[in-house]
């Protein structure tokens, strides 16, 4: 017979169940709300410009009551951004959150966010010499 202690003890040592983001979910309901648009009306909005890619009434359903959805790419995230009226950046972040578990950048200005977003746009080479160029404007923390 195993001590209770010793039960107690392994109980710790196994892994918790994971934690259950809705940051993706809790923004498209939100929105939806502030817009004051139904469902119906919502799914008719969220078309991509680009591709002309629509999100169907029933994945956004299955979204914001918390069902198993497959992640949102591109273009339906764009098309979501149309019907939010919101930055493709802010769903972006939202699905990052939610369905990849990476939090987005906070920082203490806007600029800094927006210049991160284009910092990917530029290649390898010209990041190295922007971020030395930065560092001679602010050295580098030393630790």
């Given at each position: 017979?195993?001590?209770?202690?010793?039960?107690?003890?392994?109980?710790?040592?196994?892994?918790?169940?994971?934690?259950?983001?809705?940051?993706?979910?809790?923004?498209?309901?939100?929105?939806?709300?502030e817009l004051n648009v139904g469902l119906d009306a919502f799914a008719k909005?969220?078309?991509?410009?680009?591709?002309?890619?629509?999100?169907?009434?029933?994945?956004?359903?299955?979204?914001?009551t918390g069902e198993p959805v497959t992640p949102p790419e591109l273009p339906?995230?764009?098309?979501?951004?149309a019907a939010c009226d919101l930055p493709l950046e802010a769903l972006q972040?939202?699905?990052?959150?939610?369905?990849?578990?990476?939090?987005?950048?906070?920082?203490?200005?806007?600029?800094?966010?927006?210049?991160?977003?284009?910092?990917?746009?530029?290649?390898?080479?010209?990041?190295?010499?922007?971020?030395?160029?930065?560092?001679?404007?602010?050295?580098?923390?030393?630790?």
């Amino acid at each position: 017979m195993i001590p209770m202690a010793a039960y107690d003890d392994q109980a710790a040592d196994r892994p918790s169940t994971p934690e259950r983001r809705s940051q993706f979910a809790d923004l498209i309901r939100r929105r939806r709300a502030e817009l004051n648009v139904g469902l119906d009306a919502f799914a008719k909005r969220a078309i991509d410009p680009v591709s002309g890619k629509k999100v169907t009434r029933g994945w956004i359903y299955r979204l914001e009551t918390g069902e198993p959805v497959t992640p949102p790419e591109l273009p339906e995230l764009m098309a979501l951004a149309a019907a939010c009226d919101l930055p493709l950046e802010a769903l972006q972040d939202a699905a990052g959150q939610q369905f990849h578990g990476v939090d987005p950048l906070v920082s203490g200005s806007t600029e800094a966010k927006a210049y991160v977003h284009k910092l990917d746009r530029l290649p390898a080479d010209q990041r190295e010499r922007l971020l030395r160029l930065i560092d001679t404007l602010v050295p580098p923390d030393e630790g």
